[in-house]
């Protein structure tokens, strides 16, 4: 069982920038913490890299029914490349640009746990505190922590399988988080707290209760206050898309005779983003999402020697490098999270050591929400054989596997027939 304890532990929040360059090339974000990371070579990615990354994505969009995404890959030694592809709908609605804003799915959940590490070095929790001392009426999780919430250890069920398709039905509705986590609470629990990796959404809902509670802020007060405004990120909140300058998304759903309709998703650009809550509820932009997950990744919001020290195997029979703490998964040198919300599949991840980043968004929720994480692998694979720039020199690190390996993976996950090259 794993345990931290106030002696062991070095948190300390970053009160100043760190002494590293800007990230992206160009950008100016108005936070007062740098990601410590190598500087961005300011070069666009060569021709032959940007068609190899556009084809992966496209591939991607076509197997899923997106008819737009938008993709950001940052390689600090060769280039970057960030662009929107597409439509908003299959039927036209205006290209899709880079400047759009998306749910950002799954990766709440590590925004979550960058406010409790933080809460917890300003002395207003304990990470091995039990839920039960900021939730009430839940008296069977007194032997569950927050850490373990947040390291997804808690044992505790999801929510999501079983009130999915309400949320397509009724995407206006307004969920109760509680509600929400009662859910994941009537399932049996995996095992003993502590001892395993339990994909568990009512676990970061539960998380974002005891925050709340312990703090006397609402939720979305905390991602502000804790992770956008110190990091910069203008375009990220939890709660609602922008009435104008969204990216539309949708679910494709099966029509009268029973087949799905790639054709014609259903809108769900305006659905509540209640049914993620501290779990899934963030919007925000590519800019903004490459930028956090490198946050995330170099440790950037809180130093703390422990969070990501005790990986966990996201499944029993998957590859050892595939692993879950701290809020993040870490797939080889990579840190981040995936997963999708109705309307969008959403990933992010970056190196903290080489500063390779991918994020990328697809606009129709239909498939396995994997195929995010598939194809986020896959352009990081592309990306990782970038050549270097004038005066930079490639990363030796590689990544256990092949950009071949995951577009294959992302075709078998495919609910949709792409359309005919043109």
């Known amino acids: 069982m794993r345990t931290r304890s106030t002696r062991h532990r070095a948190i300390a929040v970053i009160a100043g920038a760190l002494t590293s360059a800007l990230v992206f090339a160009g950008c100016s974000f108005g936070g007062e913490i740098e990601p410590d990371l190598p500087p961005q070579s300011t070069a666009a990615f060569p021709d032959e890299t940007v068609q190899q990354l556009t084809d992966a994505v496209t591939h991607a969009m076509g197997v899923t029914g997106s008819s737009g995404a938008i993709v950001g890959v940052w390689a600090p030694w060769s280039g ?51 839920v039960t001392q900021y939730v009430s009426g839940v008296p069977d ?33 307004v969920w109760d988080p509680r509600y929400l986590a009662s859910f994941g609470l009537g399932q049996p629990r995996s095992g003993a707290p502590g001892a395993s990796y339990r994909d568990s959404d009512a676990g970061y809902v539960l998380l974002g209760l005891a925050l709340q509670r312990a703090t006397e802020m609402t939720a979305a007060d905390l991602i502000h206050a804790y992770v956008a405004d110190p990091l910069g990120l203008d375009a990220t909140s939890l709660g609602e898309l922008p009435a104008e300058g969204a990216l539309k998304g ?21 659905a509540s983003s209640s049914s993620g809550f501290t779990d899934a509820g963030a919007v925000t932009n590519i800019d903004d999402l490459g930028r956090y997950v490198q946050a995330l990744a170099a440790g950037a919001l809180v130093q703390d020697d422990d969070r990501f020290g005790a990986p966990v195997a996201v499944a029993a029979d998957g590859p050892s490098w595939y692993t879950a703490d701290g809020g993040a998964l870490h797939a080889g040198s990579l840190v981040g999270q995936y997963g999708k919300v109705p309307g969008y599949i959403t990933a992010a991840f970056a190196d903290p ?61 495919a609910v949709c027939t792409p359309p005919p090259a043109e």
């Not at 922590?145 to 997804?152: A, E, I, K, P």
């Not at 808690?154 to 397509?168: E, F, K, N, R, V």
């Open 250 to 270: 949708g679910q494709s759903v099966n029509n009268a005779e029973g087949v799905l309709d790639c054709a014609a998703p259903v809108d769900l650009t305006t």
């Open 80 to 130: 970057s490349w960030v662009a929107g592809l597409g439509t908003q709908r299959p039927d036209g609605g205006g290209d899709v640009t880079a400047d759009l804003v998306f749910r950002a799915g799954k990766v709440t959940r590590a925004m979550t746990c960058d406010v409790l590490f933080e809460v917890a070095a300003a002395g207003k929790v304990k990470l091995d505190d039990s």
């Open 353 to 413: 050591e080489s500063g390779l980043t991918v994020a990328v968004v697809l606009n129709n929720s239909a498939a396995d929400g994997a195929v995010g994480e598939y194809l986020a692998w896959e352009l990081a694979a592309i990306a990782s054989k970038a050549p270097a720039a004038a005066g930079e020199t490639v990363p030796e690190a590689g990544l256990p596997w092949t950009a071949e390996q995951y577009r294959e993976a992302i075709a078998a996950a």
């Open 141 to 173: 999780l007194a032997d569950v922590t927050l850490v373990q919430l947040c390291d997804g250890t808690s044992g505790i069920g999801s929510y999501a399988g079983q009130l999915y398709s309400s949320w397509i039905t009724n995407p206006d509705r």
